[in-house]
């Protein structure tokens, strides 16, 4: 093969994404754009806070911004801003050496992991669960195993239990959740933290607790419990990409717990593996986050959206459980094939992922970062697509 | 270990590099920073040209201008812009298809050889050769075998012909060069394409040519052959971060030649290995550069410093290579060990980095990315260093 080897079932996989974002367009272009409706992407459309293009002007008028490299972990007042931060949030004592600024979540996921584990070594998350991790994995040289969640998508200890082995070397848990919108509650997460530690000391092996949060902020009506608060060992990790809708600006960060065992070290490698990736997270953002901490796009845009979608779709017969985060319902499909049910829809114009992506058959997954009008437009083809799958 | 077991040799190598920068910062708090003389870091200290903050007030102050997702390999129309800069200088049939949005040339360079090289392969370098290149060969499991050049750093065809083995699948050139600022010729590059193509049909089996040229456009009264004129089965990366002075937002591209062999599958799996590791270059600035293809920081500047410390160092004894480009000087040490010597610099106040670093010992590295003020007022101690070496 031209590709390495590994690459070439990946690159399938892609390939039929954007196979299915390609005939999106396809239909946009024959229909009309306001006569396809794309539940498909999770692209936050709510525009960025206006503070965010102030900051930006503010920054690009000041002679002394720079646009050049900075230590590769942060601009050290940025990561003491984000620290400051989450002790306000968590009370953990965070340090700005224990924060790495990093392209995105999916940059600090990729430190994370590179810098602990092994090849060949086990990262354990519930499913369903976001496709992008098959990848992150991959670029590990990691196994992704994944255990099953309760029917609502709430953590199963006892399978999780079960699951974890002398390999697991990571627990990774994303919360709200992507594609479920499900958010863990504090009881569920103390019996997660005392399961680790209690099999951390079966194995004679630290399991390291990986918390993806992207989506903190985007929480309905329920806290969102700190892991912090829960287990030592846990390394927190998130993006501005939704709460200042900046998600192709990329920049996130890691922070370390610093009860954890070797923070110091764990951050220091994950700072390498940030520099052996991409160098540092881009300059610009990184100053702009760092005066916008605790800054949040209006989520009351995104709570009206859900509650008008799972309103339609309760009234089409639909069964789902109502998101507590996120942008994201995960409804079961009437029949068991996902992939056929979704074509149904898309014969209604209507773009929905299915479920088995996500290690969820049976589900497809709707994203509501998308017009009103496009949600009230398209139940009538909600409606249809249930009949027919019904008959 | 707590962290992953290859991240520990890495992580002690790059604390090394760290307490170097550390000691810089408490020299210049003991001395002062004018009299510390730091020509340790390649980070472009001329500031981008006026028309690049023009851009980005243009682009903020329009409420068009997306910060979201757009496709992961890139704006359509920046990758547009980019193939068609390339075709008005080389001629080369780009396509936009070809060309792939990337966080920086490190980003480039990671989905060049995750597309490409499988774990245990090899890539081979002409040393010395950009320490980074270590890592990027860690992130993709190939093995970095090093290939010796002439005493001038100019490629060592020979040398090349002995060291391609069954294993190697990448060839990767740096030209200009860091460390040494050599600029590969037209004749050289020629052999070296003509070399690939026959160690191809030996082994059965396509050696690509990756070609990293970040300071492509850093370069003083010499041409920078293009090697997509030479061998098909190239593909070329860089970044903005020299020639617009961006080296802190990330962003640079990768182009496959469209005569590669399988060059689209390529392109895709580079892509898709972009979306792995970062998803997408960052938004704001990939519009930038979209705009401003061919603009470049005024090289005179650097002209000149490379002038006045190549002045400088041969009043004072050094033996060195005029570089042709990129802002590094390489001169050899007096003394063979060049750790040591480094050391006799610090004692001056200088800091320069021992060429071991970058497979070349017996040298150290200069980057003149420093003002002309620091050039000047150091020289009495390259003077000192070098009468001290020859006792």
Chains 1, 2 share one sequence.
């Not at 390291?208 to 060992?233: Q, T």
Request: aromatic residues 10%; proline residues 6%.
């Amino acid at each position: 093969m031209p590709i390495a080897d590994k690459m070439v079932g990946i690159v399938k996989s892609a390939s039929m994404i954007r196979k299915m974002f390609e005939e999106g367009i396809r239909m946009r272009e024959q229909f009309g754009a306001d006569n396809v409706f794309d539940f498909s992407l999770g692209n936050p459309d709510v525009p960025p806070p206006p503070v965010v293009k102030e900051t930006l002007l503010g920054l690009i008028n000041d002679a002394a911004t720079s646009h050049g490299y900075m230590p590769n972990a942060g601009y050290p007042w940025v990561r003491q801003a984000v620290a400051d931060y989450l002790n306000t949030q968590c009370g953990v004592g965070m340090t700005a050496d224990l924060v790495v600024m990093s392209v995105g979540a999916a940059g600090a996921l990729n430190d994370a992991l590179k810098a602990l584990v092994n090849p060949g070594e086990e990262i354990l998350v519930p499913a369903p669960y976001f496709v992008g991790y098959n990848q992150y994995a991959f670029i590990c040289g990691a196994n992704l195993k994944t255990v099953s969640t309760k029917p609502d998508f709430h953590l199963d200890l006892g399978a999780i239990d079960d699951a974890i082995s002398k390999d697991t070397r990571v627990m990774l848990i994303n919360s709200p959740n992507n594609p479920t919108g499900v958010v863990y509650n504090k009881q569920e997460l103390d019996e997660l933290g005392q399961l680790l530690e209690k099999k951390s000391q079966v194995f004679g092996k630290r399991i390291y607790l990986i918390s993806d949060e992207p989506y903190r902020k985007i929480a309905y009506d329920v806290n969102v419990p700190w892991m912090f608060g829960v287990y030592d060992h846990t390394i927190v990790l998130t993006s501005y990409s939704k709460e200042l809708s900046l998600a192709g600006e990329r920049v996130g960060y890691l922070a370390v717990h610093p009860g954890a065992e070797d923070a110091a070290m764990i951050a220091s490698a994950a700072a390498v593996a940030n520099t052996m990736m991409f160098v540092n997270a881009p300059a610009l953002f990184q100053q702009v986050v760092g005066k916008l901490q605790g800054v949040c796009v209006d989520i009351d845009i995104y709570r009206k959206r859900r509650d008008m979608i799972c309103e339609g779709l309760a009234a089409a017969g639909y069964e789902f459980n109502v998101p507590d985060g996120a942008f994201y319902l995960f409804p079961k499909t009437p029949i068991e094939n996902d992939v056929e049910f979704a074509g149904l829809l898309k014969e209604e114009n209507i773009l929905a992922v299915p479920g088995s992506g996500f290690g969820g058959p049976g589900h497809i997954r709707l994203s509501y970062a998308v017009r009103e009008q496009s949600i009230t437009n398209a139940m009538p083809g909600f409606k249809r697509a249930m009949e027919k799958a019904q008959k």
